[in-house]
């Protein structure tokens, strides 16, 4: 190998040229670029928020969709559906599988991921446990007008709900394009309703059937119970995310939420954390509720995904929501890039990356750090053996080498990075690097035999 002089390159930050995949805000209940949903006044009165239409997919076809003309919505690469047991277990042992693979199909169109909770029931006697179990088993009445969170206390309950839980993961764990499965726990949409009605082994019970069910799939579990994030840690050594409902509310935000997340306070650095808002920003605005506040502390608890409800946000508050989204989940900076001015076809050629993670978490997707020699419209690719898992927020130094091969032929090229992402939308660097498609070039080099 000859040595020869080595060019190091500096570059600075600049806003990304696209939205990155499996951060920011997630589309709810439907999918990139549909219809919102419009802003809903609560009626606290009536103990009712008013969402329960759009609160299981498929929606209502009465739910009134006027958000775009209301307010804001980010553009998001992250769909987050949640569905009924009765959906899925029209009747008992009979599985609606193409109601699943048709939700994975609507999301891979969109050009996003999909984060998944199959929910045993929700308040509602509409959206029920599956009038099959209902026969089997006392279930719980839910007169109109109530919200009744309650799950069924039978064992049975429990028994078939979790084989659900089973078969849904020997169909659709390997799909690539499902990000992540929300944990389902007794209670109104899987929220852990009244826990303490159960034996003491449930939580084991459920993360156990998560675990076995979904391998490959990244699990996530309400911040309210840390216990089931060490109990996988503990026995199965995996990582599992969190994520918190009713962000925004005062009560969640500085009695509920930090006490659980000074359990699994460096969880962050494993598996995602997502949120999901009380009510939805047009209401906290109502409420007097301080988004600056909540901005700082999500960033401070490291948030990659919110659910805002895919109901409109305040346009007063766009730029306070698009810096939000810009520091939310991972960003990509590169810092500077080394290499030798020439090299030989056949060299090992030695490079060094330095990255810099702007945003508040790292990415949890082990993708591809690929090098590509570029001279005209050919291209040679190189895959690294970069773990771009470990970019947490800061600099990180990668020292690469290619084997260049030996038929390489001669001349000028540029020097070229990206992750491969597929199937997932491209993945974007905040830099003034020059891109072409998914490549940002940070060098030239100039080949000879």
């Not at 006697?125 to 919200?147: F, M, N, Q, Y």
């Not at 359990?263 to 906290?284: G, H, N, T």
Request: proline share 8%.
């Amino acid at each position: 190998m000859m040595h020869t002089p080595v060019k190091t390159h500096h570059f600075s930050v600049k806003p990304e040229e696209g939205l990155n995949p499996f951060i920011g805000f997630t589309s709810f209940q439907h999918f990139r670029g549909e219809k919102l949903y419009s802003d809903i006044i609560v009626r606290p009165e009536a103990n009712m928020t008013e969402t329960e239409r759009v609160e299981c997919y498929p929606i209502s076809p009465d739910a009134e969709e006027n958000g775009r003309n209301e307010g804001y919505y980010p553009d998001s690469t992250v769909a987050y559906i949640r569905i009924l047991w009765k959906e899925y277990e029209p009747e008992m042992g009979v599985y609606n599988d193409a109601f699943i693979a048709d939700i994975l199909s609507q999301a891979r169109a969109h050009g996003q991921s999909l984060i998944f909770r199959l929910m045993a029931h929700s308040t509602r006697a509409c959206d029920d446990v599956p009038e099959w179990l209902k026969k089997l088993i006392p279930c719980p009445e839910r007169p109109d007008g109530k919200r009744v969170k309650d799950s069924p206390t039978d064992p049975k309950f429990l028994e078939l709900f979790l084989k659900a839980v089973s078969h849904l993961g020997q169909q659709f764990d390997a799909d690539p394009i499902l990000e992540a499965v929300d944990i389902s726990l007794p209670g109104s949409w899987g929220e852990g309703h009244k826990l303490e009605l159960y034996p003491p082994d449930t939580f084991q019970r459920i993360m156990d059937t998560y675990l076995t069910s979904f391998p490959t799939t990244q699990l996530m579990t309400q911040v309210g119970r840390p216990e089931l994030i060490a109990y996988a840690a503990e026995k199965a050594g995996v990582h599992v995310g969190w994520r918190g409902d009713g962000l925004g509310e005062p009560y969640h935000m500085h009695s509920k939420y930090p006490p659980c997340i000074s359990k699994i306070e460096d969880a962050w650095k494993q598996a995602p954390v997502s949120f999901e808002s009380y009510w939805w920003l047009c209401e906290w605005q109502r409420q007097g509720w301080d988004i600056d506040e909540v901005i700082e502390k999500t960033l401070s608890w490291h948030l990659s995904s919110l659910n805002a409800k895919s109901i409109p946000v305040p346009y007063e508050w766009k730029d306070k929501v698009d810096a939000w989204v810009a520091k939310m989940g991972y960003h990509f900076a590169i810092d500077s890039f080394s290499h030798p001015e020439s090299a030989a076809a056949g060299d090992c050629m030695n490079l060094e990356l330095t990255i810099e993670n702007v945003g508040v978490a790292p990415i949890y997707h082990r993708l591809p750090l690929q090098i590509r020699l570029s001279q005209g419209d050919q291209h040679f690719l190189f895959e690294t053996d970069a773990d771009i898992t470990q970019w947490l927020p800061g600099k990180h130094q990668e020292k690469l080498s290619l084997s260049l091969p030996a038929d390489l032929p001669a001349g000028e090229y540029a020097i070229e990075i990206g992750i491969d992402s597929a199937p997932y939308s491209p993945i974007y660097f905040c830099t003034d690097a020059p891109r072409h498609d998914a490549f940002y070039q940070v060098g030239e080099i100039s080949i000879h035999n």
